[in-house]
T-cell receptor, first 113, second 112 residues
Framework: SQTIHQWPATLVQPVGSPLSLECTVEGTSNPNLYWYRQAAGRGLQLLFYSVGIGQISSEVPQNLSASRPQDRQFILSSKKLLLSDSGFYLC????????????FGQGTRLTVV | GENVEQHPSTLSVQEGDSAVIKCTYSDSASNYFPWYKQELGKRPQLIIDIRSNVGEKKDQRIAVTLNKTAKHFSLHITETQPEDSAVYFCAASRDGGFKTIFGAGTRLFVKA
């Protein structure tokens, strides 16, 4: 069966520090991968999605970036965190296009102090 | 751009009552409408979905209705229980696309 791993679960980082969140999927090949952010009490904001290795689409201009170095690995990064980057970050995957169910990772609660 | 609006943002019901959450979408090409439930501090999980060739779908106490003409769809939970308390998200997407647009979420409280 397919599983998705996301880590770390929680992270407290100072303003201006770098960020790296990692997500891996097992049990499937060539998944579509997504990064979402959920601010406190808010909805799910799509940040990036990837349909293949090295292919990244950005939805929101910001100081975050994403990379997909391997088929089942998706990384969210920042060179310098801002206070406004705090939130709950969720990685997700689909086996096909958007007309199929999305499976989410456990999420990373990021607090920038 | 594509947009999904969801109402209400907060809903409080008494145990045993019904709860209804409504969403509207802007992209007329959307043909897949999932609903996700997110318990506190956990990941969203699919609870029910509907495709545009169907007007209604039911799974035990949960049902979803779709009105393509009006571009709105709704989640109905009957005989609510305290464990139904969570945040519910509607979403819209289309085959051949890669993005799913989520609503802002509805926080449901079921009072025992």
């Amino acid at each position: 069966s397919q599983t998705i791993h996301q880590w770390p679960a929680t992270l407290v980082q100072p303003v201006g520090s770098p960020l790296s969140l990692e997500c891996t999927v097992e049990g499937t090949s060539n998944p579509n991968l997504y990064w979402y952010r959920q601010a406190a009490g808010r909805g799910l904001q799509l940040l990036f999605y990837s349909v293949g290795i090295g292919q990244i689409s950005s939805e929101v201009p910001q100081n975050l970036s994403a990379s997909r170095p391997q088929d089942r690995q998706f990384i969210l990064s920042s060179k310098k965190l801002l206070l406004s980057d705090s939130g709950f970050y969720l990685c997700a995957w689909r086996s096909g296009g958007a007309g199929t169910e999305a499976f989410f990772g456990q999420g990373t609660r990021l607090t920038v102090v | 751009g594509e947009n999904v609006e969801q109402h209400p943002s907060t809903l409080s019901v008494q145990e045993g009552d019904s709860a209804v959450i409504k969403c509207t979408y802007s992209d007329s090409a959307s043909n897949y409408f999932p609903w996700y439930k997110q318990e506190l501090g956990k990941r969203p999980q699919l609870i029910i979905d509907i495709r545009s060739n169907v007007g209604e779908k039911k799974d035990q106490r949960i049902a979803v209705t779709l009105n393509k003409t009006a571009k709105h769809f709704s989640l109905h939970i009957t005989e609510t229980q305290p464990e139904d308390s969570a945040v519910y998200f509607c979403a819209a997407s289309r085959d051949g696309g890669f993005k799913t647009i989520f609503g802002a979420g509805t926080r449901l409280f079921v009072k025992a």
